[in-house]
Nanobody, 130 residues
Framework: QVQLVESGGGSVQPGGSLRLSCATSGYTYDNYVIAWFRQVPGKEREGVSCITRGDGTTYYTEAVKGRFTASRDNAKSTLYLQMNRLKPEDTAVYYC???????????????????????WGQGTQVTVSE
């Protein structure tokens, strides 16, 4: 059973930075694809970034490209989302999610992508405001 616990959220001014962490258990980097999603009240949960199993190729939704960097530390079983140049529209609850996978499939921005993941953390709030 995979368990995911996010941390690192908080409040920051526009242009600032935050680093989110996702501590995992029961997860092996060679057998799971892992992703970051975010959600604001009244809107669909949307994909932010995913990391493929194995070689850890990363993908990003267009809105965060060049500002966010996803990474994983296999030795610590921890995932990270470094968020720079934050904008008010980045305000959301951020979740990490995992899906058992044996290919390079990395669901992120397609309709229903969130439904492809079986394991979710509890989320961490990120607020970007003056």
């Amino acid at each position: 059973q995979v368990q995911l616990v996010e941390s690192g959220g908080g409040s920051v001014q526009p242009g600032g930075s935050l680093r989110l962490s996702c501590a995992t258990s029961g997860y092996t980097y060679d057998n799971y694809v892992i992703a970051w999603f975010r959600q604001v009240p009244g809107k669909e949960r949307e994909g932010v970034s995913c990391i493929t199993r194995g070689d850890g190729t990363t993908y990003y939704t267009e809105a965060v490209k060049g500002r966010f960097t996803a990474s994983r530390d296999n030795a610590k079983s921890t995932l990270y989302l470094q968020m720079n140049r934050l904008k008010p529209e980045d305000t959301a609850v951020y979740y990490c999610a995992a899906r058992r996978e044996n290919s390079a499939y990395c669901p992120l921005v397609t309709s229903g992508a969130k439904d492809e993941y079986n394991y979710w953390g509890q989320g961490t709030q990120v607020t970007v405001s003056e």
